[in-house]
C-alpha cells in the first residue's frame, strides 16, 4: 500500500481509484496541502451537476476558493469524492458516490476556474479518475501548484483567500502585501540566479580551451532540502545499477558519489575525461539545497591541430534534460511543491570554427561559429509534463541555438539514466 506522501508526489494524471481507496484507508488528515470533499457543493434545493449536468455558480466557486487558497500559498490537492470525519483535523473516512458524466464535467470545471479566478493559475490540472476502466462516473482531483503570480483571487465580487493547516481563510490587507512580495522575491531570485549563472560561465569559458558550455535549472520556489547534500557526499542515493546514458556531452553526476564534495548551501563534482571519440572533456556540477542545478563544461579535440571540436547536438539535449531527470529525483528530499522549474543553457567557443554533426546524417558534418556565444532563453518545465513532451521542448531550443533544425525523422528519445527511480 503506498503512503500518504508517495500518492502527494503522485503525477497527478496518474491517480487511480486506487489511491483514493488508499487514502481512506490510511485516514489521511486534511493539512495546508491536502483539501478533502465528500460532493460537489451544491446549495439546498438548487440544481446542480448531479440533477441536471449543469455546474451550479457555487460548485465551482466553493472549489476555486480553495484552489486560490493553496495557489497563495504552498500549493496542494483537492479530492472530490472523499468523506471526511468531523474532528479536527478532519480525515478521510469514505468514499462518495461517483460523479456522472465525467468527462463533461471535467471540462466544465475547467472553463470555470479560467473565468471565475484572477489571475489565472499556470500549470492548474482538473483531473478525472473514473471507478473503473470503461466508466463514465468517478471521482475528480485537482492539482494547485505555487506559482509567482500571486495573490490570485475570485471575480465577482473580489475575494482571495489563503491555506492555514487545514483552513481555507480570508486573506487581509497585510496577507496580500506579502503575497506580493513573496511573489515578487521568488522572481527576483529566479533572475538573480541566472544572472549569477551567466557571470560564473563568462568567466570559466575565458580560463578554458575549446568549447564551453553551461545549463542552469533553477526551482520556480525556493526548496529546503538540508539532508541532500549529506546523502550526496555520504553515497547514500547509489542507484542500484551503474549502467549511466550512453549520450550526453558530461556523465550523469550520480554515477559517482564519492566525488562530491560540501559547498555553502549544498554540494559539488568535478570530473575531467578523456574520450576518443570526442576528445577531453571537463564538468562541474553544482547541486544547492534551495533548488538549484547547474553545469558548467567544456570540450576540447583530442585530435585536430587547429583545436575544432566535432559536437553533437542531441548529446547536449541529453545532458539538459539530465538536468531535469535529477531535478524530479531530488524532489523526494522536500515536502514543498517545486512547481516549475526554469532552465537556461549558453554555448563559447574559443575556437575559429567548431563542427556540428547534422541530426538527419551522422556522417556530416557543418562548420558552425560560437566564438561570439549563443544562449537560449530560460525555459520553464513542469515536471509532470510527459518526458517525450519535455525533450521535445528542450531539442528544439538547443538546435534552435545552433541555427539548425531537427527534422521530426531525426529525433532520438530521451532515456532517462536507469536505476535511480
Not at 463533461?104 to 499556470?122: K, Q, T
Not at 541532500?228 to 556523465?251: Q, T, Y
Not at 550523469?252 to 577531453?280: D, I, M, V, Y
Amino acid at each position: 500500500m503506498a503512503s500518504i506522501l508517495e500518492i502527494a508526489r503522485k503525477v497527478v494524471s496518474e491517480i487511480s481509484i486506487d489511491d483514493f481507496e488508499t487514502l481512506i484507508a490510511l485516514q489521511a488528515p486534511e493539512s495546508d496541502i491536502l483539501e478533502l470533499k465528500s460532493d460537489l457543493p451544491t446549495p439546498d434545493k438548487a440544481s446542480g451537476w448531479r440533477s441536471s449536468r449543469s455546474l451550479h455558480p457555487k460548485e465551482s466557486r466553493s472549489l476555486a476558493k480553495e484552489i486560490v487558497a493553496f495557489a497563495n500559498t504552498s500549493g496542494g490537492r483537492i479530492y472530490v469524492g472523499i468523506g471526511e470525519t468531523s474532528d479536527h483535523p478532519k480525515r478521510a473516512s469514505s468514499l462518495g458516490e461517483p460523479l456522472p458524466d465525467l468527462a463533461n464535467l471535467v471540462e466544465r470545471l475547467r472553463d470555470a476556474f479560467s473565468a471565475v479566478i484572477a489571475p489565472s493559475v499556470p500549470q492548474l490540472q482538473v483531473v478525472g479518475v473514473t471507478t473503473n476502466a470503461t466508466s463514465n462516473e468517478g471521482y475528480i482531483v485537482v492539482d494547485v501548484p505555487k506559482t509567482l503570480l500571486a495573490p490570485h483571487g475570485l471575480r465577482n465580487p473580489l475575494e482571495c483567500y489563503w491555506r492555514r493547516d487545514s483552513t481555507c481563510k480570508p486573506m487581509e490587507m497585510a496577507d496580500l502585501h506579502n503575497a506580493f512580495w513573496e511573489a515578487r522575491t521568488g522572481r527576483e531570485r529566479i533572475s538573480e540566479e541566472l544572472n549569477l549563472g551567466r557571470r560564473k560561465f563568462s568567466n570559466y569559458a575565458q580560463e578554458q580551451e575549446g568549447l564551453s558550455y553551461r545549463f542552469t535549472a533553477v526551482s520556480e520556489v525556493a526548496l529546503d532540502m538540508p539532508k541532500l547534500a549529506k546523502d550526496l557526499r555520504e553515497g547514500r542515493i547509489a542507484p542500484h545499477s551503474m549502467s549511466g546514458p550512453a549520450a550526453g556531452v558530461a556523465d550523469f553526476p550520480l554515477w559517482s558519489l564519492h566525488e562530491w564534495k560540501f559547498r555553502a548551501f549544498g554540494t559539488e563534482r568535478f570530473k575531467e575525461n578523456s574520450r576518443r571519440s570526442t576528445g577531453n572533456t571537463r564538468d562541474r556540477w553544482r547541486i544547492e539545497q534551495t533548488g538549484i542545478i547547474e553545469l558548467l563544461g567544456s570540450i576540447t579535440s583530442g585530435q585536430d591541430a587547429d583545436g575544432s571540436v566535432i559536437v553533437d547536438a542531441y548529446d547536449f539535449c541529453a545532458t539538459a534534460a539530465h538536468l531535469i531527470h535529477l531535478a524530479d529525483y531530488i524532489s523526494q528530499y522536500t515536502s514543498q511543491r517545486a512547481g516549475r522549474w526554469i532552465l537556461e543553457g549558453e554555448f563559447r567557443s574559443k575556437n575559429d570554427k567548431d563542427f556540428l554533426t547534422l541530426p538527419d546524417n551522422p556522417h556530416r558534418h557543418e562548420k558552425f561559429d560560437l566564438s561570439r556565444g549563443a544562449r537560449f532563453l530560460p525555459i520553464a518545465i513542469d515536471l509532470e509534463d510527459s518526458t517525450a513532451e519535455t525533450f521535445r521542448t528542450i531539442e528544439d531550443r538547443i538546435f534552435e541555438t545552433f541555427g539548425i533544425e531537427c527534422p521530426d525523422a531525426a529525433r532520438q528519445p530521451y532515456s532517462p539514466p536507469r536505476g535511480l527511480l
